[in-house]
């Protein structure tokens, strides 16, 4: 794709991830300097898009977190927040690791954003919520937000597994005026603007 996007003089969007900051070995959030592939998944990301910089001038690279909404018309939409209001319909716990921190982004705010980034300088880019919490906080968030927060001990399971960090610092971003809510607000602006 990046040698035909050369070919018609066209600019390339790559949808790059957060897996990519994986192996640090220092926590995040992380700048676009400190790719650090820890799975297959990442390591393949990281190479196309050090194949897409070799090929082209004009790329954009998004390097987005993991991103939420809910279903809309007859869509499934399995992911976090669809998960937790799943747990609470049918009250079964959901298991979320107390040691897993990356940002959740609204799917929605990536469409409103989509604009203000083509435009700005080409290059690469982190793209999506900032979070300082985890995994299992988050799903706090999403409880609260639907306003059940007195059934998480019955619905969050807390689970300790080895830490995770994929926190992204939108630093670069921001200071071309794109901006994301933290993934706490990203999930209640997500329930509220569904009605939830």
């Not at 196309?48 to 070799?54: D, G, S, T």
């Not at 993991?66 to 049918?90: C, D, H, V, Y």
């Not at 979070?131 to 927060?149: H, K, P, Q, R």
Request: net charge negative; aromatic share 12%.
């Amino acid at each position: 794709m990046a040698k035909g996007a050369s070919l018609h003089n066209s600019v390339l969007v790559f949808a790059g991830s957060d897996q990519i900051y994986g192996a640090n070995a220092e926590p995040g959030p992380y700048s676009e300097d400190k790719a650090a592939p820890g799975n297959v998944y990442a390591e393949t990301k990281l190479k196309a898009e050090n194949e897409i910089a070799a090929i082209l001038e004009k790329y954009y690279i998004l390097r987005f977190t993991w991103m939420f909404s809910m279903p809309e018309r007859n869509k499934k939409s399995p992911g976090f927040i669809t998960n937790i209001l799943k747990a609470l319909i049918t009250d079964t716990p959901v298991y979320l690791n107390e040691n897993d921190y990356r940002g959740l982004t609204y799917a929605y705010e990536v469409i409103e954003n989509f604009e203000k980034v083509i435009g700005i300088p080409y290059g690469c880019y982190n793209a999506g919520s900032e979070n300082d919490v985890s995994i299992y906080e988050l799903g706090e968030t999403a409880l609260d937000a639907f306003g059940a927060s007195g059934r998480a001990e019955k619905i969050l399971i807390k689970q300790s597994g080895s830490r995770r960090d994929l926190r992204i610092s939108n630093d670069k971003l921001k200071n071309y005026g794109v901006m994301f809510s933290d993934s706490d607000r990203a999930i209640r602006k997500c329930v509220r603007e569904f009605q939830i």
